[in-house]
């Protein structure tokens, strides 16, 4: 069964950092780009960052630009999202889902998701 599956969100204290994972089960992640997407209470949900499937292409939405960094690791079916800085404003449930392209992430060709896991930052 092809799953998706988040982990490293919690409460952390603004300027701190978290590292989100996302691990892949029933298939492999390197033949895919993927994207991570947030969304906060009551907004719509928001494309924060993608990685093509070799790794050589990154892409950060002006609202994480410098602060997050996007990274994989295809022989653990692993990709990472260091967040650094954090800031209130980066409160939400993390996902992350498989791309059909690259260029096309993380506006379309989103296929797969995983179900989420809750970052929240606060003093």
């Known amino acids: 069964q092809l799953q998706l599956v988040e982990s490293g969100g919690g409460l952390v204290r603004p300027g701190n950092s978290l590292r989100l994972s996302c691990t892949a089960s029933?298939?492999?992640?390197?033949?895919?780009?993927i994207g991570w997407f947030r969304q906060a209470p009551g907004k719509d949900r928001e494309g924060i960052s993608c990685?093509?499937?070799?790794?050589?292409?990154?892409y950060y939405a002006d609202s994480v630009k410098g602060r997050f960094t996007i990274s994989r690791d295809n022989a653990k079916n692993t990709v990472y999202l260091q967040m650094n800085s954090l800031k209130p404003e980066d409160t939400g449930v993390y996902s992350c889902?498989?791309?059909?392209?690259?260029?096309?992430?993380?506006?379309?060709?989103?296929?797969?998701w995983g179900k989420g896991t809750r970052v929240t930052v606060s003093s």
């Open positions: 889902a498989t791309g059909v392209l690259f260029r096309l992430c993380p506006y379309y060709g989103m296929e797969h």
């Open positions: 990685i093509s499937s070799s790794g050589g292409s990154t």
């Open positions: 029933g298939f492999t992640l390197d033949d895919y780009t």
